[in-house]
T-cell receptor, first 113, second 112 residues
């Protein structure tokens, strides 16, 4: 019940296109859903996060869409750029797992120029 | 500069040796975490500590040990009991009452 499932494992997008990464969770007690971006050899960095009281959050070219009834959330990267090429992780926390994040398996995004 | 530091960046170990990975933060965060990352897999939680002198096992604690004697420091020891220790190790911290985990730059451990 603690799992977070992420898809796809890898994604190739042309410059200027839209990148979409999906995550699904099982634990209904989760109340915090961040996305992390990781470049090779570096630690992950928080990209954007959402709580269940809103269905969408946008920061620049990055948008999280959240569907509480379906227990799914997704990251949309508009106007994808080669500099966006990285590994993206979704995560979730909340309930009795206070402070602990459960991570998805990660998506390797490649944006071709 | 505030942040999390991990050392060393690269570490090589012979089979049968214990090694200790350092994690230090000057963010005044209460909780600290250790993760292991393998290619094609997400981050798996090894140990975490929400207060000094207390820590909890994560999902893959076998073959690892930690200590939390100071708020700023959370070292991880990879023991010889860990069967497949070659991986990228990440340390993170969170402030009291917060949700956002901030990560260090990681240590890549290779067993020769």
């Amino acid at each position: 019940q603690q799992q977070v499932k992420q898809s796809p494992q890898s994604l190739i997008v042309q410059k200027g296109g839209i990148s979409i990464i999906n995550c699904a969770y099982e634990n209904t007690a989760f109340d915090y859903f961040p996305w992390y971006q990781q470049f090779p050899g570096k630690g992950p960095a928080l990209l954007i996060a959402i709580r269940p009281d809103v269905s969408e959050k946008k920061e620049g070219r990055f948008t999280i869409s959240f569907n509480k009834s379906a227990k799914q959330f997704s990251l949309h990267i508009m106007d994808s750029q080669p500099g966006d090429s990285a590994t993206y992780f979704c995560a979730a926390s909340g309930g009795t797992s206070y402070g602990k994040l459960t991570f998805g398996q990660g998506t390797i995004l490649t944006v071709h120029p | 500069d505030g942040g999390i530091t991990q050392s060393p960046k690269y570490l090589f170990r012979k089979e049968g040796q214990n090694v200790t990975l350092s994690c230090e933060q000057n963010l005044n965060h209460d909780a600290m975490y250790w993760y292991r990352q393998d290619p094609g897999q997400g981050l798996r939680l090894i140990y975490y500590s929400q207060i000094v002198n207390d820590f909890q096992k994560g999902d893959i604690a076998e073959g690892y040990s930690v200590s939390r004697e100071k708020k700023e420091s959370f070292p991880l020891t990879v023991t010889s009991a860990q069967k497949n220790p070659t991986a990228f190790y990440l340390c993170a911290s969170v402030r009291r009452g917060g949700d956002t985990q901030y990560f260090g730059p990681g240590t890549r451990l290779t067993v020769l």
